[in-house]
Every structure is written in structure tokens, then in C-alpha cells.
């Protein structure tokens, strides 16, 4: 589901798929990386991921700012759109997910991109608002630099799914 505010107001288009990254999602990145989407495209996702909602988060779409993939792709965090769109089908099975330990009722998700790279978090902002539509909204999609951060969410408590077929052990 790929969903552009217009002046009129948001219009969606909607196409299934069994994962996250349907054709839909996958060219709206594509336009937003080469410079063909507007400023405020929104790619729109039908669902949370299971590990969320077996957290307790309520079912709802989940959302990705054309900002949020512009900046994944920045010299700041340097993926590639192969890279953002790991990242975002990795959240149907992650390596491990988080309590945010800055923002309530947020996530953070340890994903994996299939490269031997830096490992790459995807942060989500659950029980927020895109109109009136109650989403859980992609807030970021970057490599983390320091595997210490990740052993210190889990030292602070703040793990709460463990792959241990993904996570090697």
C-alpha cells in the first residue's frame, strides 16, 4: 500500500503481498531515492510486524516518510535500496527486538540485511497518527556502527525477542 498526501487529501493504492515489500512499496522507494517522489510520500505498509504484535502493540498499518528512506541512503547511514528494502522485509522475521530506551512506546529491530555489513536497526514508533488513521510509524532505518549499543540494550533490559537461529548461537 503506497499512500501520497495530495492537496485533496491522502489517497492509498493498495496491492497484497506476502511480505512487507510488495511491487508497490518496493517502486515508491525506488521514486523516493531517485528523486520522483514528492516530499510528502508516505510508503504504507498493511501491517505491524509478529514480533510486535506478539508484544501487545495493536494491529495497525505501519508507515515509512519519504524522509526516512532519503535519509537511510544519505551519506549519514550510506545504504543502498537493496540495503533499506533488507531492512524493511527483515522486520517480518528480525534478529532481535528492543524497548526503545529513549522514546516510549517505541521498538527497535536488529535485522538482517544479508550482507556481512554493519548490523542495521530499524526503529518503530508505535500509537501514532497519519491523518486520522491510527499507524505504527518507521522512524528509522540505519547501520549501527557500535555493537556496544546492542549489547547495552540487552545489559539495560531492554530485549524483548531473541532469534537464536538468526542471532547464531
Known amino acids: 500500500q503506497v499512500r501520497t498526501e495530495a492537496a485533496e487529501g491522502p489517497r492509498f493504492s493498495i496491492e497484497e503481498s506476502k511480505g ?4 508497490a512499496q518496493s517502486a515508491a522507494i525506488d521514486d523516493i531515492l531517485a ?4 516530499r510528502n ?23 515509512a516518510s519519504q524522509s526516512v528512506i532519503w ?9 543502498t535500496a537493496d540495503q533499506i528494502k533488507a531492512a524493511i522485509e527483515g522486520l517480518a522475521d528480525p534478529v532481535m527486538a ?5 522514546s516510549s512506546d517505541s521498538y527497535v529491530f536488529l535485522v538482517d540485511v544479508g550482507t556481512e555489513a ?3 536497526v530499524v526503529a518503530i514508533h508505535t500509537n501514532e497518527k497519519l491523518g486520522h488513521t ?3 510509524r518507521i522512524a528509522s532505518i540505519h547501520p549501527r556502527d557500535n555493537a556496544g549499543n546492542i549489547t547495552n540494550w540487552i545489559r539495560e533490559g531492554a530485549l524483548r525477542y531473541f532469534n537464536k ?4 548461537t
Open 20 to 23: 512487507y515489500l510488495g511491487p
Open 35 to 38: 528523486g520522483k517522489a514528492t
Open 41 to 63: 510520500t508516505v510508503v504504507a505498509f498493511p501491517k505491524i510486524p509478529p514480533v510486535l504484535e506478539a508484544l501487545g502493540v495493536k494491529r495497525t498499518p505501519m508507515a
Open 71 to 79: 535519509k537511510a541512503n544519505s551519506d549519514k547511514h550510506g545504504m
Open 98 to 102: 528492543f524497548d526503545s530506551l529513549t
Open 118 to 120: 554493519r548490523p542495521v
Open 134 to 136: 491510527e499507524i505504527s
Open 165 to 168: 537461529r538468526k542471532a547464531g
